[in-house]
């Protein structure tokens, strides 16, 4: 069951009767034992449940207090295969949910507050319970960071996005705002310039901490143009973005740009406050892996965005969820050969 929040968002009710939001039962509260638990219901997570209901394991999703990742906060989805004519990213995520319960999967829409994997088996706790499995998946994914602007949240998904890949094509052209300086926001400009006719890129500072690779051909591309020591300091528009206002930092020089759409580009935080201290996460959080997989503790494993701040697309977060389901498949049955 869908609903609104308060910014607007499409956002799965939550209750606490005994039944998900989509009607489907949450387990006996007595049940709190499984072979895989996983964290998370992203594209990665919601695919790992698919592959490891169907491998045949008793498998339990607890999937957070916004399942579905981000894409429950977009709007039309065209690149992922499989559907002509797009899909709404709420829509999607709502039938890769009810294709991993048909699958067998348990999925409670609740949050995991605390892990344990020192001890085996391997604990998962949410507020009310403790749930114990024989292998993990983290698939908590990764916020983009924001500007903090009002506007930001008033036109975002009119306007303002956070993933070019995404909604580049929606802005055949027009002018366009990306703002940062890290590879991620000059690989956007870059691919950007494929639809706009103008891409203005703002950064903080007066040089770009992306590689040398990308900057030149970021700087060398006609259709960009730099604005350096600049933040954006408002975005205003009707119904969608159609100004945003730009502030130099060192002399202070108001500029107000009329474009169609700004693309925030100032890096991701992975969702892995919980993990501090049970796995390896490098300097910026995210997940580090061992191979394939596998984190640095036997038994858990990633996928998604939680490790990858490259790809971060529904379609590679599902690939990895598929993967990690098939490497938790392998250990389970080498850990109980071994046990034989
Ligand atoms: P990043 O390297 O952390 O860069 C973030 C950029 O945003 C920085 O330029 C930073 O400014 C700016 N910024 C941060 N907070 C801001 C704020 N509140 N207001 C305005 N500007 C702000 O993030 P990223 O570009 O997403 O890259 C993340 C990692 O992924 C990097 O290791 C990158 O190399 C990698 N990556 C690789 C590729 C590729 O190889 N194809 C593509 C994308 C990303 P300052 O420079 O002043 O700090």
Redesign the pocket.
Known sequence: MMATDAAGATVLETNNTGTNPDGSKMPDKKKTQFDVIIIGAGPSGYTSGIYCSRAGYDTLILSGILPGGQLVNTTEVENYPGFENGIMGPDLMMDIRKQCQRMGTTVVDDEAVDVDFRRRPLKVLTASEEYEGRAVIIATGANP????LEGEETFKGRGVSYCATCDGPFFRNQELIV?????????EATFLTKFATTVHL????D?????KI?QERALNNPKITFHWNT??TDIKGDQKMQQAILKNLKTGEELTLDVGGLFV????EPNTTLFKNQIDLDE?GYVMLQSKTHTSVEGVFAAGDVHD??YRQAVTAAGYGCMAAIDVDKYLTESTDKQE
Not at 265 to 268: D, E, K, L, R
């Open positions: 960071r924001k500007l903090g703002v940062g300086g890290g590879d991620s926001a000059v690989e703002v950064h903080r500072r040089e770009l901490r992306a590689s990308m933040t954006v580009a100032i890096g991701h910026e701040r490259s």
